[in-house]
């Protein structure tokens, strides 16, 4: 594990390579799972706020869903995520023109339309955080249908925390990004002694 101010991070975010793979995967992170993306509370605020830019780029079964459970709802342990549709898509997508699910809060903001890009448990995926009394672990957790964007990373050479540079500093900062990389940097991390991390327990929530 690497200590940075209140933090505990998995060395696999350096150890190991991933690059989002869209047109293998189709988006599978927003439709796979037994709940919705994990929420934090002042998100459920920024939710409704926002739906009303939101609704158009939705499909109508997830508007209905959203109407009917509300903008975010408690899943089975008692967390807050996304409502599903047919408890399994989360309701917060769209399909593009090549048959790939995304996120239509994240469309919404690149066009400019709200300034609330994602829930950041989906833009950090598939890094997963778990909030403990003193400090938060930072951990990755891949699964089945990473291992495209596994095998992309691997060919380009991009370890996680690269790739997912924006998310990182969007909810750490610049000067706790940047003591990671300088970690790398350094080569400290043995990725033959590296551990996995503190379990998250979200194996099987969404990551739209």
């Known amino acids: 594990m690497i200590e940075i101010d209140n933090t505990l991070v998995s060395d696999e975010l350096l150890d190991k390579q991933f690059v989002c793979n869209l047109s293998a995967c189709k988006g599978a992170c927003c439709v796979d799972g037994d709940s919705g993306a994990p929420l934090e509370e002042e998100e459920c605020s920024l939710l ?3 739906y009303d ?3 158009p780029y939705m499909t109508p079964e997830g508007v209905e869903e959203v109407e009917k459970q509300g ?5 089975s342990d008692g967390d807050l995520s996304t409502p599903l549709v047919n408890n399994q ?3 917060y997508v769209y399909k593009d023109d090549k048959g790939i699910t995304k996120c239509a809060v994240e469309k919404a903001f690149l066009n400019d339309e709200i300034s609330f890009r994602k829930p950041i448990s989906c833009y950090l995926f598939p890094v997963r955080l778990k909030e403990y009394p003193t400090f938060t672990a930072v951990n990755l957790q891949l699964i089945d249908i990473c291992s495209d964007a596994c095998d992309l990373g691997a060919k ?3 370890p996680v925390y690269k790739f997912l540079e924006q998310p ?7 000067d706790w990004y940047n003591t990671l990389k300088a970690v790398d940097d350094a080569g400290i991390i043995d990725s033959d002694t590296s551990d996995q991390g503190i379990d998250s ?3 099987n929530s969404l990551n739209p």
């Open 168 to 174: 990182l500093v969007q909810r750490f900062g610049q």
């Open 53 to 55: 830019s939101v609704k």
């Open 71 to 75: 903008n975010f709802v408690l899943d």
């Open 201 to 203: 327990n979200d194996s």
């Open 89 to 91: 898509q989360c309701a």
């Open 156 to 158: 380009l050479k991009v």
């Open 48 to 50: 409704e706020e926002v």
